[in-house]
Every structure is written in C-alpha cells, then in structure tokens.
C-alpha cells in the first residue's frame, strides 16, 4: 500500500509563530508592517538552514525536525531565561552573565536532540504530521487574535487617523521675516527642580540658573499633561489635549497606534510647512518616534526597529550579539552621543527649520556616567535606580550647556528653543510589567507629582513682553509661539493634567489638576518614596 505523502510544513510554522506571537501581545501598539522583516529573516534562514541540511542527510524529515528543533530552542531561549529569574530570584540573580550557564545548556539540547535524529532509522512521517498539527495550531491562535483585533479597531482607528485636531490659519504676507528656527527638544522623564530636591535630594538650580543667564524662562511649577509619552507628544505637537479619542475609540479601546499616527503628521508641523519650514527630524529608539516618513530629514544612529529587537532579546543570539556585535546599551549611548553632535550643525541648514528633538534621556536605559564614559549594566544595577538617573542628568546637563551656547551662537537669527520633559520619572520598586499597568487614578500625591512634574523652559528671542507663566502646560507651547511669531490667534488652553487607570485603559481620564497643586510642600510621606528610590534597581536594562 502506498503511503500517503506528508507535507513538511512545521519548520515555516515554528519560524513565523515567535514573530506572530509577539505582534499579537503587542497588536495594540505595533503595527502588522513591523513584523514583516522579522518574519521574512526568521522564513529566509529556516528555508536556507534545511535546504542545508537535505543536502548533508539526504533526508527530508530528518532534516526539518532538526530545524524545528534549533527555531524552539533558538526563541524560547529568553523565555526561559526570564523564567528562571522569576523561580530563583536569589540564586540566578538578573546578571547577563548567567547566560554562561543556560546558553551552553541550550546547545547541548540541541546536540542531543539533533544527534538522536540523525542516527533514528525509524520513519518519521507520523512526527512530522504531528508537528505541523502543533505549529499549525500556533500559528492559527495568533493570526486569529490579530486578525479578531486588528478588525474590532479597524474603523475606531481609521476615524482617529482622519480627526482634524485644530483649525489651522492659512498663511499670510504679514508673516515675520526671517523666519527663525524653532527647536523643540524633548528630554524624556526630565523632572523639574522640586522632584529633583524631594525625591532625589539632588540640587538642579546650577543649570536652571544657567537657562536663565542665557534668556530662557522656565515655568517652574509646569506639569506634564498626561503621563506617557505618546499622549503627551500627541498632545503638544497637535496643540490640544486628546481626551476627545475617548469618544472616537470607546473607554475601553486599548489601542495606542492612533496617538503614533498622531506624531507622525501633527498640527505643528502642518502649520510650519505652510510658512516654509522644513522638518528635521531626530528619532529615539522608540517606534512611536524612531523615524517620520514627512521629515525631510531624518536623523538617528538607527539599531533595530523597537519590535524587531524585543523578538530578538528573546533568542539564543542576544547574549552573543551583547558581548560581541549587538549591544543596545552601546549603541543607545553611541546614539545620544551622535544627535548632539548633529544637532550643533543644524544651524548652518539653509532655510527656516522646525527640528523636533527626542532625546531618550535621563530615561532608561542607564548608559551615561556624569562624564559621558559608558556604563555597564552591572555598574549601573549596583548604584540604584536614583544614582543612575541622576548620572545621566549630569551627563544631559553638561552636554545642554553645550549644545545651547552652540545654537545660539551659529545661528544668524537666535532661534526658538523649547526644552521640554514629556513626563517625570518612573515610581520606584517596580517592575516593568507593573509599571505599564500600573493604576495612575489610585496614585498617591507624591507619586502624581514625581510622574507629572517636569522641565520646561523657553528661549523666545525678539519679544519684548512674553505671556509666560510658572503653570504653563506644553499643550500650549506652540499655541503661544504662534501667536507671538505669526500673528495668529490662538487661544491658550486650560493648563490640565490627566492620568489614566492603566494601560489597558489609556483612553479612560482623570483629571488630577487639582491633586497637584501645592507642591511637595502639601505632599506627606515624601521622605520615605524618596529612600525607596535610593534603593530600587534600574528599570529596565
């Protein structure tokens, strides 16, 4: 009786199903455009890999299960590595040099696996059946949440994409000449100077006191209008607050990829580029900001796209590639160092520039000694979360000094320049996963403040008097800079701030205005968060 023939289906399964899998977890803020590369490299070796092997084992089967082998134990690698933190904490300890102990361990199981299969003299047409059910099934779960997903928003999220924000003026002949650059430069979780003196114990006043020799004002009680980055750029760079996505999406829409579309074509730039403007562009490492598609320049020391390289630290290469080729810290830190430098050269652009800045600064990761030298992850594990930080604000603060006295002086017209937090620094003692769940409406005082106090100072040369205030919000920095250099009308908003209960709810917001009014100096128990601090590990590598 002839045998029916068995499709080898299974190593194209378990090479697609990682990248499936992770867009599915992550389908609410991950476009399906981002896994295409990693799916198409992941495809590309697993074909090459077993035509490889045929070619050495004259045999299909045998061939393909080897490949399934190596693709599980390739991306399950990090899973267990993760996992094993969780169990023994205490014995295996977060140092990336444990992966001397799993990653030849790993390999063995490999060997073994791939050893027992070559020397089998039995058929393996019933394995290879079995696989395919088995990847197949994966497979299939995941396309099917994406697919249930990407259907449910679908609409929400095309209405969002078309929502007009604001009602921008047309420009006029009036408009000043020459028109100067503006510069809006996001140093992201930058806390103002009162976190800084009750949460850190540490004295900013040297360099606010220098922004302000050097004509910036700086609004010292300004807090950030919401408490993630993509809100709050969505809401400066389009000029108002977007509580108005809670009636387009629902209360109970968790999905973020809005707010990028939102970055990628905002208001501002809309604006500008009807008055000549050119857009510079200086990506983060982030997806919501990495590159703008409308820029006409784009300037980053780009790595690996933020979910291309999230699938890749779960794989048997990221603790090769971080000793030897591929070492994130390395490069976010080559990257601060490379947009500084090119930002002092954007003066001598020929044109009015608008240049939006995102500096991933003092954020994690914790790369910058105060001298800019780099940072090993266990050094900066042994100093804590706040002495990390805090390096990195030394570091920031040297290089903005620079940057400042740069901008100013090669530029034949002094420039705007907006030195902006986009939020304050993290809560301490937690995790990442309780981080991005974690629940702002419940927040005590001291931890609003911490999260939602920021820096914000202003350079507006040319304007005899400035409608500056302490409380300014940056929901209205462009609205203000509007007025006072194009002669438009733009009325300043009320100066609120809104958290929301969590990630799974980014659309449901509290208005905690109120709740921040005072200071620290209303705020009890700011000692005792301040020691937490102190003694929380980084978040995050």
Known sequence: MRRRRVWILHPFFFAIFPVLSLLSGNINRTPITEAFLPAGVSLLFTLLFWLLLVAMLR???????????????????????????????????????????LLPLWGVLFLLGAGFTVVNKKPLGKLTFLLNIVAGCLVGMSVLGIGAYSLRVGLDRAH???????????????????????????????????????????????????????????????RANY???????????????????????????????????????PQVWHFLKQRGYRFIYFGSWAQATRRNKYADVNINLFGL???THNLYCKTMLYPVGLKHFYNERRIQHARVKYKLD???????????????????????PYVFAPNGDFVPYNEAAAKGLARSYLDQ????NKELRALVDTLLARSAVPPVVILQGDEGPNVARLSNEQRQNFNWERASR?????????????????????????????????????????NTDFELLPDKSYVFPDSRHPYVFVDVTEKLKGGYSASPGTKDEAAAQSRAAPDGT
């Open 59 to 101: 045999s299909k089967q045998k061939a393909a299960v080897i490949v399934s082998l190596f693709l599980l134990l390739f991306f399950s690698y990090g899973h267990f590595y993760d996992l094993i933190n969780r169990l023994f904490p205490v014995i295996w300890g977060l140092s990336p040099g444990q992966h001397r102990l």
């Open 160 to 222: 969002a994409e078309l929502t007009q924000t604001v009602d921008l003026p047309a420009a006029d002949n009036e408009q000043p000449k020459p028109l100067r650059d503006i510069y809006y430069i996001i140093l992201d979780r930058y806390a103002d100077a009162s976190t800084f003196k009750n949460i850190y114990g540490y004295d900013n006043t040297e360099f606010i006191r220098y922004l302000e020799a050097k004509g910036f004002y700086v609004a010292q009680e300004s």
């Open 227 to 265: 408490p993630r980055t993509k809100h709050s750029l969505s809401s400066s760079l389009n000029m108002t607050q977007v509580n108005y996505l809670t009636e387009v999406l629902g209360e109970n829409c968790d999905d973020f990829l809005p707010l990028q579309l939102m970055l990628q074509d």
């Open 305 to 307: 796209p933020e979910f």
């Open 342 to 364: 090119k930002l002092a050269e954007v003066p001598r652009m020929e044109g009015p520039k608008f240049v939006f800045v995102h500096l991933i600064i003092p954020h994690r």
């Open 393 to 396: 604000v030394a570091f920031l």
């Open 446 to 486: 001291t931890q609003l403040l911490q999260k939602m106090s920021i820096l914000n100072a202003y350079y507006l040369p040319g304007v005899e008097t400035v409608p500056l205030y302490p409380s300014i919000t940056p929901v209205n920095s462009f609205r203000l800079v509007f007025n006072l250099y194009f």
